[in-house]
Each structure stands twice: as structure tokens, then as C-alpha cells.
């Protein structure tokens, strides 16, 4: 993370040039190069400060209107030289990063806070010059010295506030082990981590970070994915589980081989999200942009106009000049500058943590808009695991076993729950899953493929009745199974029964919905009886079943003509029409597959209450950056009035040193109270 946030132009670090957006993407060499460069930036800053505090005491000790208010008297000859010097020094190596900027952003001819700084202090500097060789006046070299000292102060705490706002991102960089155990053959060896290839085979030992994704083919353990997923619990994976890189092993010793290289695991994905998000801006930031380069010529503006008021209605040149730095510095867009830009960072960062992927920044900003939320079922608000509870044969010729076993054959290359469920019922009979030729997909319906010279269709009771077929006599199913019929040779042989469970986190992210007046539907393919079954016991607002795919798509449209903001769920295959017709896509159960294209969001885990979770943060971003733009630019309102002595004739005046203390309080409120945000579990 980028530990020194100084705007240049607006979001902008003056001394590099990187943009905060860009400050948490740490993955190179040279960022990381640039990364201690950040870090040795806040010792600068520390230094400069200390530096200028020693030599402000003698500088305010030797101001006449130090003296005139302390009522002491210290002079001796040469003592407006000496001044001279000490302030000299404070300018030119105190203000130095303000000076900096004040040149970059000239040549940028894209003027900012650094700009406005660096001329404030530079007029005060040659005006207080000129006084010492003769003009006749006040000098203005001890609130020079309070000006640069409380900029320095409020750099160098700003700094330290805003490091964190990305932290989270640099802690999933630091997730990656730099070295592996790879194993070719009898011998192990240790090797870097991104020379690591495709099919490789790796030794993770206990306790030790899994260095690239991949399948374990031997061994068993429990693994803490807590930095990558959000999920608090340790995860058993066996052999032929998916482990993701960076994730933390337990107590047991695996052997994994590698599924692809670094730059394409899970966590890079991951990081390459994050930083495209925080790249892209919303309309909210634009809107910041606007304004802070607005400040900056109301700023510039202001601080003439209060001089020119000032100096032409009869005050000396040292109080017309005194009013203008001061509303100059007031009026600097530090704050509101990083007011968007620091709780973007930190959103997107802080979501990637806790399995909260976001692609599109406007879609993760307009979550806050939804009123209705469409539901897959499957592996979203149940388990996703059938099981088979029922095998019905219904030609004599065909046993339960076979009947499965001609199903098994076509459902050995779908990684759908009912395959799955259908495959595990087969291993714990320890059946021969026979061979297929001709395989196709019957879209939404089913699979059909010839088994050992037989045409083989499994497919779903919607397929029967749009074929004619007739529901088979004595057909029978609790709300709860889901059905998929077997057909041989164009003749019914049986069908097989399989039952989801509820997920237990379910019910309770409905109810968080209710109580936030989100409405909630179930959208599925599966029969009615089990989508009501399923909507009545979590107490949805309505379910829509036994639909396609495409027709998904015209279910969400129907939703938004009736004036619904709709946020869709779903797999992020089957389901990307309705995901990207949708005002909110959300891909759901992606585990370590992130390549949902149309899903404007990404959650790593199919649990119901991420989706609540991403809802609440959604609108909790959006509050931060609300309320970090008000008070960026609200104290300005009263603020800019009493720098230009609106109050002068009732003896209220702010002096430049007052000024800097209210903008860098400003700033530094900014990015404590983007620091506050946090992702509600």
C-alpha cells in the first residue's frame, strides 16, 4: 500500500506521480521498487517536520508580533538576517514538496493543492524577503514557519492514516509463497513459485502456504481459506479436491499437482480485479474529479479577489496578502481529492478479503439501489449436493442399478449437482460407469447421448411434457426431490429421485433482506412443487420455476418494467443473459473460477449471506464516500468566509496558520473515516 497520499492533481502523489488507485497494485518488481520508496517517504516527511520545528521556536522568538504578544524584546544587530536565514531554510527544505509540486503541476498546466500550497507559501516568502531589503511593512516569516510546519504535520499523520487503505490487497500480494517443493520423479526440489507450469507436481507440507492452484492426488487436510474466500472455518479437501494458491494448510502433508502457472491462479485473478476496479471510476468519483478541479480555480479565484478587495479597500499590502494565503490554503481540494479515491481503495480491497470480487465499480455502488433480488437455488440457497434418494424402474428388463448406470454414463463430464449426486451414488455402489459416444446437451432439459448401441436421454419432467411423454403412473416425489427421468430407446425405463438441503445460512440472509426491504424471489429451472416448497419454508416473496435459461432473461426484464432494481444470482454460465440484462449481476459458487464475464460482481462462496453482505457494504461505500464529500467541501463554507474577514469588523479572523490547521484536519478526517469501513458478516 501506498503510505504517502499527496494530491498533484486530484488523487495524484506529487512526488511519483502514481494515482491512489494504483497504489495497491504491488505485484511488480518496479511497483514494489516504488512501494519502499513510499515508505522512506514518510521518514522524509518526519524529518522535514522535525527539522522545521526546531528552527520555527528561534523564527517566532524573533517575530516582532511574537514579541508584541509574548510582551519580551530580543534584538541585536543583524537579528532580521538571522530570520532571514532560519526562514530561508524553513522554506526551501521544509516546503520543498510543496514547491515540487507547485513546478509539476505548472508544467502540467493542470493546477491542484500542491499548486495552491506552494504559491501560498512562495508569496509569503518574497513578500516577507522584500520587507527585510526595505519595503515597508510586517514580515510574514513566522506564520511562513506555522504554515510549512502544520502542512508537514498533517502530510506526515495523513500518510499514516491512509497506508491502510489498502492493506487488505497487500496482505493477498503477500499470501504467495516465493518458493515451492516440486517433485520430478524421487527427487524434490526447492524451485520459485511463478516458474512453477502446468502438471507439475508439488509437496505442500504442514503449515506451509499451497503455492499454486491445483488438484491433490495424494494426501488429506484441512485448509484456512479465510484471506481469499472469507470463509472463517477451516476446509477439508481430499484427494481430487481444487486447493487455491495462497490458502494455508493444516496439519496434514498433500501432494498437489499444479493446474496452471502464477499469473494465472486464483489470487492473481483476484489482484488483477481489485486493481481494474479501483482503476475504473464510477460516477460518484467522477463526480469528485469535477468538483476538486473546480476548488482548485474557486480556490485561486477567491484568494485574488480577497486581495484585491482587501488591498484596494485600504488596508496595507501585508493584511491584503495575509487574507489571500489564507483563503488559498482553506480552499485546497486536499480533502476532497482523496475523499472517494481512499474509500475505493479500501472497498475493493477489504471485499477481495472476505470473497467479495468487484468487477464494475458503478454495479458494486448501485447495489444500494436494489429492491429485488433474484435467487438461483441451486448451490445458492441449498447445499448444491443431492443425493440420491430414490431409484423407480419402470420396464422389467431394467434394474434400479442399470438404471443408474446408463444415467452415470452421461452425466460423468457434467460438473452439475445432479450429475454429482448421481456419480456419488454410483462410487458407493462401486459400478462401472460405461462409455458414450454422440453426446449432446439438451439446453435447460437434459443430456442425451447412445450407451453401448442404446440412445440414452437424461432429462427433467419439463422435457416429458413438452414431448408428449406421459409422468408415468404411480410417479411420486416429496416437495423436497428434484426428478430426472431415464430414456432408452425412446421408451421410459425409470427415473431417479435426488434431494438438495437447505443451506442453514439461508433463512437468516432472507430475513436480513426483509428487515431492508429488499424482496426476494426464487428464479429455477427445477419443478414447482420443490421451488415452493423451498420459497415457503425461507419465507421468499414469490419463486418463479421451470424455466430456461433464455427465459430467465425475460423474467428479469418483466421485474424491471414493473420498476424493480433488480440484483440477479447466478452461476455465471447458464445464467449470463439474465446476469448481464440485469441491473445487478452477481456470480455466485465460482470458487476458484473467477471468469464470470458477465457479472458485473464476483463472490468466491455460494452462501446466501455473502450476497446480504455485499448489499449492506455496498451501501455502507456509499455512505463513506457521501459523507466524505460533504465534509470536504462543507467546511469550506464556513471556513472560506472567515479566511476572506467577513467577520473582520467583529474581530473574527482566521490566520494562515489556522487555515492549514482546518484543511489538514479536513484531510485527515477523510482518510480516518475511510479507514472505519468494514465488511458486516
Known amino acids: ?56 521556536v528561534p523564527t517566532m522568538l524573533l517575530s516582532q508580533m511574537i514579541q508584541h504578544w509574548l510582551k519580551i524584546r530580543i534584538s541585536f544587530p543583524g537579528s532580521e538576517y538571522v530570520l532571514l536565514a532560519l526562514s530561508s531554510v524553513i522554506f526551501f527544505y521544509g516546503g520543498w514538496p510543496f514547491l515540487k509540486g507547485l513546478v509539476n503541476e505548472a508544467k502540467a498546466k ?26 515597508h511593512g ?35 500480494v503477500q499470501l504467495m509463497p516465493a518458493e515451492a517443493h516440486k517433485i520430478t520423479g524421487q527427487v524434490m526440489a526447492e524451485v520459485k513459485t511463478d516458474t512453477l507450469n502446468t502438471g507439475d507436481l508439488i509437496l505442500i507440507k504442514p503449515g506451509e502456504k499451497v503455492a499454486a492452484d491445483g488438484i491433490i492426488t495424494d494426501g488429506e487436510t484441512y485448509l484456512n481459506e479465510s484471506m481469499l474466500t472469507g470463509e472463517s472455518k477451516p476446509v477439508q479437501k481430499v484427494k481430487g479436491d481444487k486447493v487455491i494458491a495462497g490458502s494455508i494448510n493444516g496439519n496434514g502433508a498433500i501432494k498437489v499437482t499444479v493446474s496452471h502457472g502464477a499469473k494465472d491462479s486464483y489470487l492473481s485473478q483476484v489482484i488483477k480485479l481489485v486493481q481494474d476496479a479501483q482503476n475504473a471510476k464510477s460516477n460518484t ?30 488596508q496595507s499590502l501585508a493584511f491584503a496578502m495575509e487574507r489571500m494565503v489564507t483563503v488559498i490554503v482553506i480552499c485546497c481540494p486536499h480533502a476532497l481529492g482523496l475523499a472517494v479515491p481512499l474509500v475505493v481503495a479500501k472497498s475493493t480491497a477489504l471485499s477481495a478479503k472476505n470473497g467479495l470480487l468487484i468487477k464494475n465499480r458503478t454495479a458494486f455502488e448501485n447495489a444500494r439501489k436494489i429492491t429485488t433480488i433474484v435467487f438461483d437455488k441451486t448451490g445458492t440457497l441449498t447445499v448444491g449436493k443431492f443425493q440420491v434418494s430414490k431409484i423407480v424402474s419402470l420396464q422389467k428388463e ?31 455402489l462401486s459400478i462401472t460407469i460405461p462409455e458414450t459416444e454422440n453426446f449432446n446437451a439438451i439446453t435447460g432439459k437434459g443430456v442425451e447421448a447412445t450407451v453401448e448401441g442404446k440412445k440414452i436421454l437424461v432429462v427433467s419432467p419439463g422435457y416429458l411434457k413438452e414431448n408428449n411423454l406421459a409422468i408415468p403412473e404411480g410417479f411420486t416425489a416429496n416437495d423436497t426431490e428434484t426428478v430426472v427421468f431415464v430414456i432408452v430407446n425412446n421408451a421410459l425405463a425409470g427415473y431417479i429421485a435426488l434431494s438438495d438441503e437447505i443451506r442453514p445460512e439461508s433463512a437468516e440472509a432472507i430475513k436480513t433482506l426483509k428487515e431492508n426491504n429488499i424482496k426476494s424471489i426464487l428464479l429455477t429451472g427445477d419443478n414447482s412443487k420443490v421451488a415452493k416448497s423451498v420459497s415457503d419454508t425461507l419465507s421468499m416473496d414469490s419463486f418463479i420455476a421451470e424455466v430456461l435459461p433464455h427465459q430467465k432473461l425475460e423474467k428479469i426484464k418483466e421485474l424491471q418494467n414493473k420498476g424493480e432494481f433488480v440484483a440477479m444470482t447466478g452461476d455465471g454460465v447458464n445464467d449470463a443473459p439474465a ?68 467577520l473582520y469588523k467583529q474581530g473574527i479572523l482566521l490566520s494562515p496558520a489556522a487555515g492549514a490547521v482546518l484543511m489538514t484536519v479536513s484531510t485527515v478526517v477523510v482518510a480516518i473515516n475511510a479507514g472505519f469501513l468494514k465488511v458486516k458478516k
Open 579 to 646: 446476469l448481464a440484462i440485469a441491473d445487478v449481476g452477481i456470480a455466485v459458487g465460482s470458487g476458484s473460477d473467477i471468469a464470470a464475464e458477465t457479472a458485473g460482481i464476483v463472490l468466491v462462496n455460494s452462501n446466501p449471506k455473502d450476497i446480504v453482505s455485499l448489499i449492506l457494504f455496498g451501501k455502507a461505500t456509499y455512505r463513506k464516500m457521501i459523507q466524505n464529500l460533504i465534509w470536504a467541501t462543507g467546511y469550506n463554507v464556513i471556513a472560506l468566509p472567515l479566511a476572506a474577514g467577513v
Open 1 to 56: 500500500m501506498h503510505p504517502h497520499i499527496m494530491l498533484d492533481a486530484p488523487g495524484k502523489c506529487p512526488l511519483c506521480g502514481m494515482t491512489l488507485e494504483s497504489v495497491a497494485n504491488t505485484t511488480s518488481d518496479d511497483t514494489h521498487g516504488k512501494h519502499s520508496n513510499h515508505i522512506g517517504m514518510i521518514a522524509d516527511f518526519r524529518k522535514r517536520f522535525y527539522v522545521v520545528l526546531v528552527l520555527t
Open 138 to 172: 510586517m514580515d510574514f516569516f513566522w506564520e511562513l514557519a506555522t504554515l510549512i510546519l502544520i502542512m508537514l504535520l498533517g502530510h506526515w499523520i495523513e500518510m499514516k492514516s491512509v497506508a491502510g487503505a489498502s492493506r487488505e490487497l497487500e496482505l493477498l
Open 398 to 428: 431394467f434394474s434400479e442399478n442399470e438404471i443408474i448406470r446408463l444415467a452415470s454414463a452421461l452425466e460423468q463430464k457434467s460438473e452439475h449437482p445432479i450429475a454429482t449426486g448421481i456419480l456419488q451414488k454410483i462410487k458407493d
Open 110 to 135: 493542470n493546477p491542484g493543492m500542491m499548486f495552491l500550497i506552494g504559491f501560498a507559501i512562495t508569496v509569503a516568502y518574497i513578500y516577507s524577503v522584500a520587507i527585510v531589503f526595505g519595503l
Open 285 to 314: 468519483q467522477l463526480l469528485a474529479d469535477k468538483a476538486a478541479k473546480w476548488l482548485t480555480i474557486i480556490a485561486l479565484l477567491a484568494g485574488i479577489t480577497t486581495f484585491l478587495y482587501w488591498y484596494l479597500t485600504g
